[in-house]
């Protein structure tokens, strides 16, 4: 049982295409209250068709925040996300005890509602350095050395995950000692209440939707949207489904029919892993999109 009077944060989580953005925004027109961006993608400019960024009409329905304010080349972390999100709820709750956090970026979930161990900041010199191994001697070279930097971290990392093997190098880098050692995994305490909400669909219905999805993205201008980002698709912003199926079509590695299938499948994957991380939350209530949200929210706060 929530504390009534303590302000509160509302989750809206799920895999991706299952209508989180609607629900989210139906609900804090109920409440009166903003929604929070808690999708890593969407933080950027540039890529709105990609990241499936609400709309024009669906920004002006209810006030956003953290959607579209980083360039491409800016580099933004979970634990950047922790900070500028824990800054922003006390302005928020000035004028509503509501706010609603929406989206399908779970680390950025669990760094504002559990939070993130304090890691060091890479500089820009250990960040190049790694990121030339990777280009040079390739991926397997990273995995071997956090293998001997950090044994017990490399033992349960996915070895294919770029990102996170690159990133866990980093980290023993700059810190000089194991990534492991730093991580606790201890939650932090919040001073507000958290109401955590998944929406899901039966799995032929997700994978509809998210095939939907994507022809329509196309038809949306998705490929142009790619050819405009393409001159900096070697930054980790781009590194993203969508858009790596239409470079490698630019490249010539696919043809076009085929990049449009792969960026199906690939966000069909994506969607999986997404439910996979949400089921370990035994914190979440489950709901269809269908679902009254709001009496959920109540519920809870009964």
Known sequence: MSQPHRPTLIVITGPTAVGKTAAAIQLAQHLGCDIINADSRQVYRDIPICTAMPTPDQLAAVKHHLVAFKSLDQTYSAAHYEADVLALLPRLWQHNRYAVLCGGSMLYIDAVCRGIDQLPDISDEVRQAVKHQLQNQGLESLVAELRQRDPDYAATIDQHNTRRVCHAVEICREAGVPYSTLRTGQPKQRDFDIVKLALNLPREQLFDRINRRVDLMMQAGLEQEAQRVYPLRHLNALNTVGLKEMFAY?????????????????????????????????????????????????????
């Open 250 to 302: 630019f490249d010539g590695v696919l043809d076009r029919e085929t990049a449009i299938a792969r960026i199906k499948k690939h966000t069909r994957v994506y969607a999986k892993k997404q439910l996979t991380w949400l089921r370990r939350d035994h914190h979440l209530t489950w709901l269809s999109p269908d679902d009254d949200l709001l009496a959920a929210v109540c519920e809870h706060r009964m």
